[in-house]
């Protein structure tokens, strides 16, 4: 047995004069594939780069954008309400019910506007919990209610996008 893989053994292993030219044709076919290979990860690299950047420049753009035509739409829905004021103060000798009715259809084209941009009135009712999220307590006063329950309103608050623009200015209930 021995004498059968004594030459397959010496087959199987070539002499260095044989390998030498081999090995280094197949390392320098290694360095080329290898750097093919970087070359085309540094390319993807440098694409992915520029796709962050790309994106990142959208994005601000659209910040930009965003912020830039909700103030145009917000401001576009109060123009009919200065068209209103105007065109009351044109009439030269208008009347007390005059003024009075123009100004209650001023008011409501205002409220209308606000509401389209979300911001909402708040006008607790009297009696109502008093909320320190929304409300603004100005003094605590004597009274037959429940303590911490709003006995009058002295301004309105108003929320935008249920965020708190302008807490509403409340009276509180003592406690007893």
Do not use: W
Request: no cysteine.
């Amino acid at each position: 047995m021995s004498e059968n893989t004594a030459p397959q053994d010496a087959a199987a292993q070539p002499t260095a004069e044989t390998t030498a030219p081999e090995a280094a044709t197949d390392l320098a076919a290694q360095v080329a594939e290898l750097q093919a290979k970087n070359a085309e990860l540094a390319d993807l690299y440098l694409r992915a780069q520029a796709d962050v950047q790309n994106a990142r420049r959208r994005a601000d753009d659209e910040v930009a954008k965003s912020r830039k035509f909700a103030l145009e739409g917000f401001a576009e829905s109060l123009l009919p309400v200065i068209d209103s004021l105007e065109a009351g103060l044109a009439i030269p000798n208008a009347s007390v019910e005059q003024i009075r009715e123009g100004s209650e259809a001023t008011l409501r084209q205002l409220k209308s506007a606000l509401e389209r941009n979300k911001v909402l009135e708040v006008a607790p009712a009297v009696g109502a919990k008093f909320d320190p999220a929304q409300h603004q307590a100005i003094s605590m006063v004597p009274s037959e209610q429940e303590a911490n329950t709003v006995v009058s309103v002295l301004q309105k608050g108003y929320l935008i996008a249920e965020r708190v623009l302008r807490p509403a200015l409340v009276t509180v209930a003592a406690p007893k």
